[in-house]
T-cell receptor, first 115, second 113 residues
């Protein structure tokens, strides 16, 4: 059973702080890693993806991947109240573009940014 | 207009009733998916389709069926609804080259009494 684990939270941070969201996965063969943001009652939206070990930055967001530790994280710098949402980690357990490649989602971490 | 639409957006039904959830997309994607979301459980894949003639079961297909009427339309049916099928249902699409980059519809909140 391929698993993706996240702390459900809530993770509470003050406005302007760095929020750190973590995700672990069970399969060493995992290839692709995604972070989706989901506002309450809304659909998930893709905010970051990462394929290689190391860091990937996009604006205030940084995804960090450590395949040896089977760990992926999302850092949100200068957190804003509008960042308050549930963040879903998703992992594919196969090669990119493979017809059998499916996303497996974690349960999500609820982030609360307090003004 | 939204690229991925779902109807209805909310539905309350009774145990034993048949219900259909519909999904349409204008993104021109070949691949479509149905997920359900329960609190704390993330998204779980029910069925997926890579083209009109290709239908595949996902992690939790029991109690559900699907129909791919056209490239742009993918419907999910609950033949005899039961209360533990109460959940938020999402349709998603992806193109042929990037199965892992999925675009979600707005969701259908289904309550089975």
């Amino acid at each position: 059973q391929k698993e993706v684990e996240q702390n459900s939270g809530p993770l509470s941070v003050p406005e302007g702080a760095i929020a750190s969201l973590n995700c672990t996965y069970s399969d060493r063969g995992s290839q692709s890693f995604f972070w989706y943001r989901q506002y309450s009652g809304k659909s998930p939206e893709l905010i970051m993806f990462i394929y290689s070990n190391g860091d990937k930055e996009d604006g205030r967001f940084t995804a960090q991947l450590n395949k040896a530790s089977q760990y992926v994280s999302l850092l949100i710098r200068d957190s804003q109240p509008s960042d308050s949402a549930t963040y879903l980690c998703a992992v594919t357990f196969g090669l990119n573009n493979n017809a059998g490649n499916m996303l497996t989602f974690g349960g999500g971490t609820r982030l609360m940014v307090k003004p | 207009d939204a690229d991925v639409t779902q109807t209805p957006r909310n539905r309350i039904t009774k145990t034993g009733k048949r219900i259909m959830l519909e999904c349409s997309q204008t993104k021109g994607h070949d691949r479509m998916y149905w997920y359900r979301q329960d609190p704390g459980l993330g998204l779980r894949l029910i069925y997926y389709s890579f083209d009109v003639k290709d239908i595949n079961k996902g992690e939790i297909s029991d109690g559900y069926s699907v129909s791919r009427q056209a490239q742009a339309k993918f419907s999910l049916s609950l033949e005899s609804a039961i209360p533990n099928q109460t959940a938020l249902y999402f349709c998603a699409t992806s193109d042929f080259l990037r199965t892992d980059t999925q675009y979600f519809g707005p969701g259908t909140r289904l309550t089975v009494l």
